[in-house]
């Protein structure tokens, strides 16, 4: 019914930057929030920033200063710029959003993941 789709994750340098970005599809009436979590070897799954659709944003004490979300809600696009990253980003980072389905059903769906990694 509705997919989401992440690209722009890879491997960066200590203070180097990356930028993500996940594109929704599928059976979309409309998207309340989108978002980023990631997740380390090891370690629970934690937000990192959302926006809802008026562009409101919340961000993970991890991500606050560093990283900025931002969404294109005509293109049912949320994005990730991150800088000034550290070894602990590293992780898979996972999209969200909650989507309102045509059919008018709640969805909480979840990208498949990017790897990210910062080496020191």
């Known amino acids: 019914q509705v997919q989401l789709v992440e690209s722009g994750g890879g491997l960066v340098q200590a203070g180097g930057s990356l930028r993500l970005s996940c594109a929704a599809s599928?059976?979309?009436?409309?998207?309340?929030?989108m978002g980023w979590y990631r997740q380390a070897p090891g370690k629970q799954r934690e937000l990192v920033a959302d926006?809802?659709?008026?562009?409101?944003?919340n961000y993970g004490s991890s991500a606050k200063g560093r990283f900025t979300i931002s969404r294109d809600n005509a293109k049912n696009t949320v994005y990730l710029q991150m800088n000034s990253l550290k070894p602990e980003d590293t992780a898979v980072y996972y999209c969200?959003?909650?989507?309102?389905?045509?059919?008018?059903?709640?969805?909480?769906?979840w990208g498949q993941g990017t790897q990210v990694t910062v080496s020191s």
């Open positions: 969200n959003a909650r989507v309102v389905t045509t059919a008018r059903v709640t969805l909480d769906v």
């Open positions: 926006i809802n659709s008026g562009g409101s944003t």
């Open positions: 599928g059976s979309i009436f409309s998207i309340n929030v």
